[in-house]
């Protein structure tokens, strides 16, 4: 049997059995001993630890699919005919040697610039080769959970304007011969700017010149790590200066749909009124985020028949759902405390992403010269902004 599904069907058992102790031991005031509530708390760190091993393994699962596809197309003409297409520009393998070629080298050659020119930037930095940047997207994808869940657009330069339907026109019932009723659409414009992301990485003398040493690898883990976690965060908390706007902020984030009675604690009820605070043409792609702190406070809740609200994914891929929605959890979302916005729930396509052309490095070879280190930097142009605020609502703890 598949060892993913075994860990996912182990998991389900493990989960039943911890509702069940839990309903057992807890006593007529509804609490636990100290005992059954470290036996309780034992036996859902080992639901957790197999969720964690099973995304890890489908992660590893994808990844040795992408690494298994062919590396060269069938030979599907005749032996004589030969295809002489070639990439150009930053796509072209003679810019990607050329790059990494820079990168390890103090003095490139006179080739290697050449090679270079066409991915000078502005403030003299190298745009990043096409076949580097899409591996880094996909890292940045891996480290930044919201980056799949919302919408990613390209720009080139200046503002990106995109026009939003403020309020809508309506019909109204009219007597024969009666005047027809005026009612436009107004519009509104939501404006999507460029802000600058950076990050410095320093590498020994000696690892740079060792061609065994994979730099390429190396370099973009760390780029995805430092980038997706700054962006994550200004996605969500961001207050628009020198940053995103979050989905958060007061100001142009999403609405508030619930506040809780509690100011440390949130209820099944407060939780389905949250869902239906969204309306009924956002609610079909919603998604819960939030941290995990406040999943393990959501496992515990239970509806009117005593059954648990969340639900663990039993078949390979398969989410954890809360009332039939999926759970994406962000270290970058407020615990449960007065004041904070402990749960977002809505349509993340909402959420737009403007990327600004590509990702830039740039050498700096004396400024760590005395210590045998030379430093990358690393930076990207973004912005995002919450294009329909109904789309997402948050659910708000009591202050």
């Not at 509702?19 to 708390?41: C, I, M, N, P, Q």
């Not at 639901?47 to 599907?76: F, H, S, Y």
């Not at 389905?272 to 998604?287: E, N």
């Amino acid at each position: 049997m598949n060892t993913i599904l075994q860990l996912r069907e182990n998991r389900a058992k493990k989960w039943d059995a911890a509702k069940v102790f839990l309903d057992v031991k807890r006593g007529t005031d509804g609490l636990l001993s100290a005992e059954d509530a470290g036996a309780y708390e034992k036996m859902e760190a080992e639901v957790v630890a197999l969720g964690k091993e099973v995304e890890r393994l489908e992660r590893q699962a994808a990844m040795d699919a992408e690494l298994n596809k062919p590396t060269a197309d069938p030979l599907t003409s005749k032996p004589a005919q030969t295809n002489t297409e070639q990439k150009t520009g930053r796509a072209s393998d003679a810019y990607k040697k050329a790059f990494w070629n820079a990168i390890r080298s103090k003095n490139p050659r006179p080739e290697i610039l050449n090679s270079l020119v066409e991915g000078t930037d502005s403030e003299g930095g190298y745009l990043v080769p096409d076949e580097f940047e899409k591996t880094l997207v996909q890292k940045l994808t891996n480290a930044n959970v919201l980056r799949p869940l919302c919408h990613v657009i390209q720009t080139s330069y200046g503002d990106r304007k995109i026009p939003v339907v403020a309020s809508k026109g309506t019909a109204d019932w009219v007597d024969e011969e009666g005047t027809y009723p005026l009612s436009d659409d107004s519009f509104s414009q939501v404006v999507l700017g460029a802000y600058k992301l950076a990050t410095m990485i320093k590498v020994s003398e000696e690892l740079l010149s060792d061609s065994i040493f994979d730099i390429e690898g190396y370099v973009s883990e760390q780029f995805a790590k430092r980038i997706g976690d700054k962006e994550e965060d200004a996605f969500l908390n961001g207050n628009g200066v020198s940053k995103p706007i979050g989905i958060l902020n007061a100001s142009g984030g999403a609405e508030i749909g619930v506040t809780t009675a509690g100011a440390a604690a949130i209820t099944g009820d407060e939780l389905i009124d949250l869902v239906y605070s969204l309306r009924a043409p956002y609610r079909k792609g919603a998604v819960f985020v939030l941290n995990d702190t406040t999943v393990k406070l959501l496992r515990k809740l239970k509806d009117g028949d005593g059954q648990y609200l969340w639900r663990p994914g039993i078949t390979e891929n398969a989410p954890d759902t809360i009332l039939g929605h999926r759970i994406v959890t962000s270290e970058f979302m407020p615990s449960v405390a007065a004041g904070n916005k402990s749960i977002a729930f809505g349509d993340f396509s909402y959420y737009w992403i403007a990327d600004r052309q590509g990702r830039t490095f740039k050498r700096l070879n004396e400024l760590y010269a005395t210590t045998g280190q030379v430093g990358f930097l690393a930076s990207q142009r973004l912005d995002g902004k919450l294009i329909l605020p109904e789309a997402i609502k948050v659910l708000q703890q009591k202050a």
